[in-house]
C-alpha cells in the first residue's frame, strides 16, 4: 500500500467507514505482528498487541499527519504498545510476587519489606534511562541487543549503561 491509498483508507476510517480498516489489516497485520514479537519474543502476546493495536488504529486514526511515512508512524505506534504491553506483564508479575514477602522465611516480614523498599528507593537514584534499561534486562529478560532495538540506541552503549546502572545500585544498597 502507498502513502496515497493508505492515506484514503484513513480517511475512510475517520468517516467511519470499517472497510478502509479492514484493507489496512490485510495489508499490514503481519507487520504490526512481527513488530510487537520482536519487543515481546512471545506469540501470544504478539497477538494480543497486534489485536489491540487495530482497535487502536481506529480511535487514532485522526491523528495521522500526512507526508511523514505512514509506516514507520504504524511501526512506532506497534513498537510503543508492545513495550507498554511487556511494562504492563512486568508490574503485574511483581504485583503477584508481594505475597512472597508476607512468608516465613529466614528474614523476618519486616526485613524483607525494608529490602524491597530500599531497592525500589535505590532505583529511584538512577536515571530514566538506565532505570529503564534495567527493567527491560532484569524485569523484561531482554538480551542487550533486543533493548537496544527497542531504545534505538547501540548495544555497546546499552550495555555500558546497565554496568553502570548496577554499580550505582550496589552502592546505593551498601
Known amino acids: 500500500m502507498n502513502d496515497q491509498q493508505f492515506e484514503q483508507n484513513i480517511g475512510r476510517i475517520c468517516r ?6 479492514r ?4 495489508d499490514y497485520c503481519p507487520l504490526i ?3 510487537a514479537w520482536e519487543v515481546l519474543g512471545n506469540r501470544e502476546d504478539a497477538e494480543d498487541v497486534t489485536s ?6 481506529w480511535d487514532i486514526a485522526d491523528t495521522y499527519r500526512p507526508g511523514k511515512g505512514h509506516r514507520a508512524w504504524l511501526i512506532t505506534i506497534a513498537r510503543n504498545m508492545a513495550i507498554d504491553h511487556l511494562r504492563k506483564r512486568k508490574r503485574e508479575s511483581l ?4 505475597p512472597d514477602y508476607l512468608q516465613a522465611g529466614e528474614d523476618s516480614c519486616e526485613e524483607q519489606l525494608c529490602q524491597k523498599i530500599g531497592l525500589e528507593q535505590a532505583l529511584k537514584t538512577l536515571k530514566e534511562e538506565e532505570r529503564q534499561i534495567v527493567n527491560l534486562k532484569i524485569m ?4 542487550f541487543r533486543e533493548i537496544a532495538g527497542i531504545l ?5 552503549t546499552v550495555a555500558w549503561c546497565y554496568r553502570t546502572a548496577i554499580r550505582k545500585l550496589r552502592e546505593v544498597q551498601l
Open 16 to 21: 467511519n467507514d470499517k472497510d478502509g480498516l
Open 23 to 26: 484493507d489496512i489489516y490485510e
Open 33 to 35: 505482528y512481527s513488530v
Open 52 to 57: 489491540d493495536f487495530f482497535i487502536r488504529l
Open 95 to 98: 504485583t503477584a510476587e508481594i
Open 140 to 143: 523484561g529478560e531482554l538480551t
Open 152 to 156: 534505538r540506541k547501540p548495544q555497546g
